[in-house]
C-alpha cells in the first residue's frame, strides 16, 4: 500500500514539476490544483510510512491541507472554462472557509471536536489512522458536497 502512495506521489509531484514550468504564468489555477494535489498525496505516503501515532497525525494534517483546497482550485477551474467570472472577494472567503476547515480537520491532536480517539495500526504494511469520528467530523463532508453542489451548478450554468 505504501508502495501505491509513493507511486502516487512521485507522479503527482513530476506533474506539479511540468505544470510549474509550462503553465506557471498561463494558468496558476491548475498550478495550485497540480500543488494541492501533491501535498495531499505527500500526506497520505509519509502517513503510510509512519511509526508513531505523532509523526502519523502530523502527516495526516498535512494531507488534509491539500485535500481541502482541491476542491477550491477544481471551482476555480470550472469556472475559467465555463467563461464565469469570480470575484477576488469571493475567492478569498472560499479560501478562507478551506483554512478554517482545515483548522478542524487537524485539531485532532489538541482538541477531541473531530476526532474523538485516535490510534494507528497496521494494515497490509501501511500505518492507517484508526479513527472515532467527533461531533464537527460531519462539516468536512458537508464541506465537499457543498464543492460538489458548486461545480456541478457552475457546469449547468
Do not use: Q, R
Not at 509550462?22 to 510510512?49: A, C, D, E, Q, V
Not at 478569498?92 to 480517539?117: E, H, N, P, Q
Amino acid at each position: 500500500m505504501s508502495l501505491c502512495y509513493g507511486i502516487l506521489f512521485a507522479v503527482s509531484l513530476l506533474l506539479d514539476v511540468i505544470c510549474g514550468v509550462l503553465y506557471k504564468k498561463k494558468n496558476p489555477i491548475l498550478l495550485g490544483l497540480f500543488t494541492s494535489l501533491t501535498i495531499t498525496n505527500f500526506g497520505y505516503f509519509f502517513l503510510s510510512l509512519s511509526s508513531s501515532i505523532n509523526s502519523a497525525m502530523l502527516f495526516n494534517s498535512i494531507a488534509y491541507l491539500g485535500s481541502v483546497f482541491l476542491p477550491l482550485f477544481m471551482l476555480l477551474i470550472i469556472a475559467s472554462l465555463s467563461d464565469l467570472k469570480i470575484s477576488k472577494k469571493l475567492i478569498i472567503c472560499l479560501a478562507g472557509l478551506s483554512l478554517i476547515v482545515f483548522i478542524i480537520a487537524s485539531s485532532g491532536w489538541y482538541s477531541d471536536v473531530y476526532y474523538k480517539t485516535v490510534e494507528i495500526a497496521t494494515v497490509n504494511n501501511a500505518t492507517v489512522l484508526v479513527k472515532t469520528y467527533g461531533p464537527l467530523h460531519p462539516i468536512y463532508k458537508g464541506y465537499i458536497i457543498t464543492y460538489l453542489l458548486a461545480m456541478i451548478g457552475t457546469i449547468i450554468y
